[in-house]
């Protein structure tokens, strides 16, 4: 079991910029590939960016090209996404998620593929 606590969101202007990161305690120990998620009101979770364990790989959606990267931490700090030109329609509830595997190269964006959740951080992008 490992648990996963998500930080540094908060209140921005458009343009600007923002780091997530997400935290792990617990079973640190395994091999994790992680993933960020966002879910705005009144809309679906959707994927956000993804990164393999060994950092090989990574995967992000359209909509985020360009403006945000994923990268790995360490067994504390697992996993951060930095964030530029965020635009208003980036405002939502922003999920870090872990899956153990042993596939240290593969990264995943489908989110029932992961087994951990955090509870979120709100991000909001003010026009």
């Known amino acids: 079991q490992v648990q996963l606590v998500e930080s540094g969101g908060g209140l921005v202007q458009a343009g600007g910029s923002l780091r997530l990161t997400c935290t792990a305690s617990?079973?640190?120990?395994?091999?994790?590939?992680t993933g960020w998620f966002r879910q705005a009101p009144g809309k679906e979770r959707e994927f956000v960016a993804a990164?393999?364990?060994?950092?090989?790989?990574?995967y992000y959606a359209d909509f985020v090209k360009g403006r945000f990267t994923i990268s790995n931490g360490n067994a504390k700090y697992l996993v951060f996404l930095q964030m530029n030109s965020l635009k208003p329609e980036d405002t939502a509830v922003y999920y870090c998620?872990?899956?153990?595997?042993?596939?240290?190269?593969?990264?995943?964006?489908?989110?029932?593929?992961?087994?951990?959740w955090g509870q979120g951080t709100q991000v909001t992008v003010s026009s």
């Open positions: 998620a872990a899956k153990a595997t042993t596939y240290y190269s593969r990264a995943y964006y489908q989110p029932d593929e992961y087994n951990y």
């Open positions: 990164i393999s364990w060994s950092g090989d790989s990574t």
């Open positions: 617990g079973r640190t120990s395994s091999t994790y590939a």
